[in-house]
């Protein structure tokens, strides 16, 4: 089955020198197979646009409105790619 990403917010940030940071927020749509289920999974990606650099983290959830919400506070709370998988594993213990 396909994947896909869909975009969700672009967020900007200074450092503390004030260089301004472009991060792309993402929730990322996979299939997952397991023993008892097999369907949609629901996961989340930040990329910054200067570097490149990349975090993700596939199949947090198979609930849409659960990885929104996810999706939603790692905005608020101005998450970058360097710290998303500990926030997220955090979020999920």
Same mark, same amino acid.
């Given at each position: 089955?396909?994947?896909? /990403?869909?975009? *969700?917010?672009?967020?900007?940030?200074?450092? /503390?020198?004030?260089? @301004? !940071?472009?991060?792309?927020?993402?929730?990322?749509?996979? !299939?997952?197979?397991? /023993? /008892? =289920?097999?369907?949609?999974? =629901?996961?989340?990606?930040? @990329? @910054?646009? @200067?570097?490149?650099?990349?975090?993700?983290?596939? !199949?947090?959830?198979?609930?849409?409105?659960?990885? =929104? !919400?996810?999706?939603?506070? *790692? *905005?608020?709370h101005?998450?970058?790619?360097?710290?998303?998988?500990?926030?997220?594993?955090?979020?999920?213990?």
């Open positions: 089955m396909d994947t896909g /990403e869909l975009f *969700l917010d672009t967020l900007r940030l200074r450092d /503390e020198a004030g260089v @301004e !940071h472009c991060f792309d927020y993402y929730i990322v749509l996979g !299939h997952l197979e397991l /023993e /008892e =289920y097999s369907g949609e999974s =629901y996961g989340v990606k930040i @990329e @910054e646009k @200067e570097t490149g650099e990349v975090a993700l983290a596939p !199949h947090v959830t198979c609930r849409s409105s659960v990885i =929104y !919400h996810l999706a939603q506070t *790692l *905005l608020v101005q998450v970058t790619p360097c710290t998303l998988v500990d926030v997220v594993q955090d979020w999920i213990g």
